[in-house]
């Protein structure tokens, strides 16, 4: 008998008759003879309905009182499907990240799993019992519900099967695996069979939000396989795993773009030591992750600094960039929320010159102008226009060979 662990995300549970198909898909598991532990998304929009409710009011909310608003998708999702179980006569019980010991750091809004006390569920599963446990949230220390940033709901079914040390876990969703673009974005995109965790954690950190990224770092450090599949197809989806040694032969392994960042620049900043600590102190302080950083050569003692930051922190670190700026006496701040991210991912970019030559030629072609460039060992991104996302997106994945079948 295995433990598997279960994720479904809100397409899926997006009415009562899909959760209906999900207790089905829940069902096909537990009559193999196995004990299930699933772990369930809001309903669809349901968590971008609470956080406008509160945007309504203010676009800073206290994060405590955001958390305890924008956590309560899941606690419905999570009742009703264990309700729909239940009434088809399979005994199940609904756990809250609390009740099911998913215990997280005081970050509000983007907290992070510290450690979970799986006995509660151990115990329901030993009762024969389907768990049902809403993802997403988590408690601190102190007992404040806090959530785990967009997606989290990825995370929280990874960690979970690590610390019940699950055989599996199955993350079902509304496409049949991992692709290599985003398949609303590029209809030639193909199905990925197996991908490395790293380009997994690449892909999914520069955008393709089929799953967060914490939940691959958790996958990672564990070792938990991961499979993506479709909850309405009987598909195998796509095996996220170790390396092996087939893998660094394929050169590009997917794009990806993330609309979900803005651009800082701070211009006519005092070329001096300790000016960019004293910006990025500020941002870290305040628990606002920077992505990219760009200084431009500095012309009469001053430079101008170019940062981005998701859109979500956007109006908070111009706030206290602003403040910066002026106790160090640069010249402005300038935000712009219309960029966008578009990234190419392989591990055998390591060992293959030319990607970024290729990636710059193409973009080039079709008059799409770049703004940013950050590399690592195994991605190229490139920041441009907003408008041009789905155009560089599918232009790049034509030059590198990715819409033909191997
Ligand atoms: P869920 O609600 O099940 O968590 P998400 O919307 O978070 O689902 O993630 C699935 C979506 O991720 C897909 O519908 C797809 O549009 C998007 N996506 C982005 N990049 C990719 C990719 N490379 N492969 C597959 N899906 C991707
Ligand atoms: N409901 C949350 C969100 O929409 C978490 C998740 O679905 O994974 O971000
Ligand atoms: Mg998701």
């Given at each position: 008998?295995?433990?598997?662990?279960?994720?479904?995300?809100?397409?899926?549970?997006?009415?009562?008759?899909?959760?209906?198909?999900?207790?089905?898909?829940?069902?096909?598991?537990?009559?193999?003879?196995?004990?299930?532990?699933?772990?369930?998304?809001?309903?669809?929009?349901?968590?971008?309905?609470?956080?406008?409710?509160?945007?309504?009011?203010?676009?800073e909310?206290?994060?405590?009182?955001?958390?305890?608003?924008?956590?309560?998708?899941?606690?419905?999702?999570?009742?009703?499907?264990?309700?729909?179980?239940?009434?088809?006569?399979?005994?199940?019980?609904?756990?809250?990240?609390?009740?099911?010991?998913?215990?997280?750091?005081?970050?509000?809004?983007?907290?992070?799993?510290?450690?979970?006390?799986?006995?509660?569920?151990?115990?329901?599963?030993?009762?024969?019992?389907?768990?049902?446990?809403?993802?997403?949230?988590?408690?601190?220390?102190?007992?404040?519900?806090?959530?785990?940033?967009?997606?989290?709901?990825?995370?929280?079914?990874?960690?979970?099967?690590?610390a019940?040390?699950?055989?599996?876990?199955?993350i079902?969703?509304?496409?049949?695996?991992?692709?290599?673009?985003?398949?609303?974005?590029?209809?030639?995109?193909?199905?990925?069979?197996?991908?490395?965790?790293?380009?997994?954690?690449?892909?999914?950190?520069?955008?393709?939000k089929?799953?967060?990224?914490?939940?691959?770092?958790?996958?990672?450090?564990?070792?938990?396989?991961?499979?993506?599949?479709?909850?309405?197809t009987?598909?195998?989806?796509?095996?996220?795993?170790?390396?092996?040694?087939?893998?660094?032969?394929?050169?590009?392994?997917?794009?990806?773009?993330?609309?979900?960042?803005?651009?800082?620049?701070?211009?006519r900043?005092?070329?001096?030591?300790?000016?960019?600590?004293?910006?990025?102190?500020?941002?870290?302080?305040?628990?606002?992750?920077?992505?990219?950083?760009?200084?431009?050569?500095?012309?009469?003692?001053?430079?101008?600094?170019?940062?981005?930051?998701?859109?979500?922190?956007?109006?908070?670190?111009?706030?206290?960039?602003?403040?910066?700026?002026?106790?160090?006496?640069?010249?402005?701040?300038?935000?712009?929320?219309?960029?966008?991210?578009?990234?190419?991912?392989?591990?055998?970019?390591?060992?293959?010159?030319?990607?970024a030559?290729?990636?710059?030629?193409?973009?080039?072609?079709?008059?799409?102008n770049?703004?940013?460039?950050?590399?690592?060992?195994?991605?190229?991104?490139?920041?441009?226009?907003?408008?041009?996302?789905?155009?560089a997106?599918?232009?790049?994945?034509?030059?590198?060979?990715?819409?033909?079948?191997?």
């Amino acid at each position: 008998m295995a433990l598997v662990v279960q994720k479904f995300g809100g397409t899926s549970m997006g009415s009562i008759e899909r959760i209906k198909h999900v207790a089905k898909r829940v069902l096909q598991e537990k009559e193999k003879g196995n004990d299930v532990v699933v772990v369930v998304s809001a309903m669809a929009g349901e968590t971008d309905r609470l956080i406008n409710l509160v945007k309504e009011i203010t676009p800073e909310p206290n994060e405590r009182d955001m958390d305890f608003v924008v956590s309560t998708g899941e606690q419905v999702s999570a009742g009703l499907l264990s309700i729909v179980l239940n009434n088809m006569g399979y005994p199940a019980v609904s756990l809250t990240g609390w009740q099911a010991g998913i215990k997280t750091d005081n970050a509000f809004t983007k907290a992070r799993i510290l450690d979970i006390d799986v006995e509660r569920i151990k115990k329901h599963l030993k009762e024969g019992k389907l768990v049902v446990i809403t993802g997403f949230q988590g408690i601190t220390e102190g007992g404040d519900i806090t959530t785990l940033g967009r997606g989290g709901s990825d995370t929280s079914a990874v960690a979970l099967a690590a610390a019940l040390n699950a055989d599996r876990c199955d993350i079902y969703t509304d496409v049949d695996g991992v692709y290599t673009a985003d398949p609303r974005i590029v209809p030639q995109a193909k199905r990925i069979d197996v991908l490395s965790y790293e380009e997994m954690l690449e892909l999914a950190s520069l955008g393709a939000k089929v799953l967060q990224i914490r939940s691959v770092e958790f996958a990672m450090k564990y070792n938990v396989p991961l499979r993506v599949r479709s909850t309405f197809t009987e598909d195998e989806g796509t095996l996220i795993k170790e390396e092996d040694e087939t893998m660094e032969r394929v050169v590009v392994r997917g794009i990806a773009h993330n609309k979900n960042e803005a651009r800082i620049t701070v211009e006519r900043v005092p070329d001096k030591p300790g000016i960019a600590a004293r910006i990025f102190d500020a941002l870290a302080e305040a628990n606002i992750p920077v992505d990219m950083i760009v200084q431009n050569v500095s012309v009469d003692g001053y430079t101008d600094i170019s940062f981005t930051v998701e859109k979500n922190d956007a109006s908070k670190a111009e706030r206290i960039t602003k403040e910066v700026a002026n106790e160090i006496g640069a010249r402005n701040v300038i935000r712009d929320d219309r960029i966008a991210k578009v990234s190419v991912v392989g591990l055998g970019m390591r060992s293959h010159a030319g990607v970024a030559g290729k990636v710059f030629e193409t973009l080039a072609k079709y008059g799409i102008n770049i703004v940013m460039i950050s590399t690592s060992e195994i991605k190229i991104s490139c920041i441009v226009e907003e408008k041009f996302t789905e155009l560089a997106v599918r232009v790049l994945h034509e030059a590198f060979g990715l819409d033909k079948n191997e």
